[in-house]
Structure formats: structure tokens, C-alpha cells
């Protein structure tokens, strides 16, 4: 997916780029390979795979979920600013907080940033867990969002306490969606969300097989989790 193509289909589903949010993503790119060189950021760096796989990726939550009607969004282990920076382009008004466990890739996304000129940006360099703990980020956000992390048992552990009582929790999934949800039956329940929408669709060009889950936060999560950092990820809820 080139750049041309990038914005047409954008377009189709409903979202005109201007011209600064054009070269954002162009600047987001360039910034993105040439930090690479120096830290592993991701394994993608060609503009096709980086325009697809990575904004185009990023972007289809916007397709399901609209990102208009909230204010605060948090992005958990977002990397190198995936799946919250290329929503945050798109639609400029989102206050948004990304953690991270690794401080050269928070050194990168200030850096990115600033490049960008994405004022509302919010960076924390903490462990998911010590981060869902913290009073000043616990049940805060309208939208808690995360891709390709971790399984969604897991990973509801360190979404779910961050989302505000009335928030959601949306996850990005590929093609093993389905089975992460039944796996997650009982964390999802004992953390306070309920499905409220799932959606299958494939990425353009490549055809590859994507689900998107949004979960409405119900009830305030019990103050133990998420638990101590590793834990979730030994002995996830079952």
C-alpha cells in the first residue's frame, strides 16, 4: 500500500486526510525507519508494509469504534506508537497516554512527537501492571486500546483496570481472535467489561485476517488486579 493508495482508502471508509496530516504520516515513516537503525522497532520497514501494516492497521479500530465521541484514550505497550499514534493523527483532539516498559522506545515516541507536533501526548516508561495500580491512571480512561501484546486473557489484565466505569476496552486481534475470547471468558467477567461488539475483517492487499473487540467496562475492577508484574502473564485468569 503506497501512499496514494494509503489516503484513498481512508477515504473510502469516511476519513479525509488534509494535507498536514498527509505529511505527518509521511514524516511518521521517516523518523520510524530511521530510528530503527539504531533500537529494534519493528521488523517492518519498507513504505508499503509500514503504510499497511502498521497506520492502515492501526486506523481500522476507527472504522468500528468511533474514536469522535471520547476524549482520553490509553495505548498499552504501544512500541513504536501503534495502534494510538496514527488514531491520534486522524483525529487530533484525543488526549492520549501511552506506557511503556522499555525507555528508549519512550525516548522515541517524545522524540516522534514533538517531530510530528502532537500536542496531548502523555508518555509513561512503567511495567502494565505497576501502571494499572497507580491511582493517578487507574480507572481514568474512556478508551483503554492495545495491539498484538499479548493473548487477550493477559492482556484484559492490563487494559481492563484502566478503563473508567462507562469506558471501553478495545483490542486489535489477528485471525486467533475468536480463541483468545473463550479463553478470556472468565478474566474479561471477573474485571468488570462484557463484549459489547466484535468485528472480522481483513487488511486490504494482503488479505490477512483481523478481529476488533469492544468491551464496555461495567463495573470497577477488584483493587488486586492487575497483580504484580509477570504474574498475569504465568497464571492468567482462568
Known amino acids: 500500500m503506497n501512499e496514494q493508495q494509503f489516503i484513498e482508502a481512508l477515504k473510502d471508509k469516511g476519513i479525509e486526510l488534509s494535507d498536514k496530516q498527509v505529511a505527518q504520516?509521511?514524516?511518521y515513516f521517516e523518523v520510524l525507519v530511521e530510528w530503527n537503525e539504531k533500537m529494534n522497532l519493528t521488523a517492518i520497514t519498507d513504505l508499503e508494509g509500514v503504510y499497511l501494516k502498521h497506520f492502515y492497521d492501526s486506523i481500522s479500530a476507527s472504522f468500528y469504534f468511533d474514536f469522535t465521541q471520547v476524549t482520553t484514550v490509553c495505548d498499552v505497550g504501544?512500541?513504536?506508537?501503534?495502534p494510538s499514534?496514527?488514531?491520534?493523527?486522524c483525529f487530533p483532539h484525543l488526549q492520549v497516554t501511552i506506557v511503556d516498559s522499555l525507555n528508549k522506545r519512550i525516548?522515541?515516541?517524545?522524540?516522534?512527537?514533538?517531530?510530528l507536533q502532537l500536542d496531548g501526548m502523555h508518555?509513561?516508561?512503567?511495567?502494565?501492571?505497576?501502571?494499572?495500580?497507580?491511582?493517578?491512571?487507574?480507572?481514568?480512561?474512556?478508551?483503554?486500546?492495545?495491539?498484538?501484546?499479548a493473548r487477550l486473557s493477559v492482556l484484559s489484565e492490563l487494559c481492563v483496570p484502566l478503563a473508567k466505569q462507562g469506558g471501553y476496552f478495545v483490542a486489535l486481534?489477528?485471525?486467533?481472535?475468536?480463541?483468545?475470547?473463550?479463553d478470556a471468558k472468565k478474566a474479561l467477567n471477573t474485571l468488570g467489561v462484557t463484549l459489547k461488539e466484535e468485528y472480522s475483517f481483513s487488511l486490504p492487499v494482503e488479505e490477512s485476517e483481523r478481529t476488533l473487540y469492544v468491551f464496555d467496562k461495567i463495573k470497577g475492577t477488584p483493587k488486586k488486579y492487575p497483580r504484580k508484574p509477570g504474574v498475569p502473564n504465568k497464571t492468567p485468569i482462568q
Open 173 to 182: 486481534k489477528a485471525a486467533a481472535g475468536p480463541e483468545e475470547l473463550k
Open 25 to 27: 504520516f509521511k514524516k
Open 78 to 82: 504501544a512500541g513504536a506508537g501503534f
Open 123 to 149: 508518555f509513561v516508561h512503567a511495567r502494565a501492571e505497576e501502571f494499572g495500580q497507580n491511582v493517578t491512571y487507574r480507572e481514568q480512561f474512556d478508551v483503554v486500546t492495545a495491539r498484538a501484546v
Open 85 to 89: 499514534i496514527p488514531i491520534k493523527i
Open 107 to 115: 525516548t522515541f515516541l517524545n522524540h516522534l512527537s514533538e517531530t
